[in-house]
């Protein structure tokens, strides 16, 4: 019940900041709640999702700071990282969410057999997770743990 809270208000408040001033009103619901596409819902799922590899990889013994600056991120080795690293200095909240899936479907983060790799990912996604949740909660949005 609380989940279904967090989202719903993520989904009103995305959905009202992403109207454009400078155009007629449009309150669209459907829009607002879909998870696809420049919405509160879909950057929250990418949230948890990152929050759930972090999670698999601390059950399976690693280890995660909140800041994630003890691992050293390694250059990218493939278009979809750079992308990633790219996205993350320009605090854009939906090309970012778009990075991190791009990323997410390309690499096998946590099957990675280099553990300095596997800990450059980790580093690289734990630093997108704050990102992203520095960028909502300047909206005044919040990122559940599960959904």
Request: charged share 25%; hydrophobic share 35%.
């Amino acid at each position: 019940k609380e989940t279904a809270k967090i989202v719903g208000l993520a989904a009103l408040k995305y959905g009202d900041l992403s109207n454009q001033a400078s155009k007629d009103y449009i309150f669209d619901t459907d829009r607002f709640i879909s998870f696809e596409g420049n919405t509160g819902p879909y950057i929250l799922y990418t949230i948890v999702r990152i929050k759930s590899i972090l999670n698999k990889y601390k059950e399976n013994g690693g280890q995660v700071t909140e800041k994630g600056v003890e691992k050293k991120i390694l250059p990218a080795k493939g278009v979809s990282e750079k992308a990633l690293m790219l996205q993350l200095s320009k605090y854009n909240i939906y090309e970012l969410a778009n990075a991190f899936n791009s990323f997410y479907h390309d690499t096998k983060i946590l099957s990675e057999e280099d553990p300095s790799v596997k800990d450059s990912y980790i580093g690289l996604i734990t630093l997108t997770r704050r990102t992203l949740e520095i960028c909502i909660g300047l909206l005044g949005i919040e990122a559940p743990e599960r959904m």
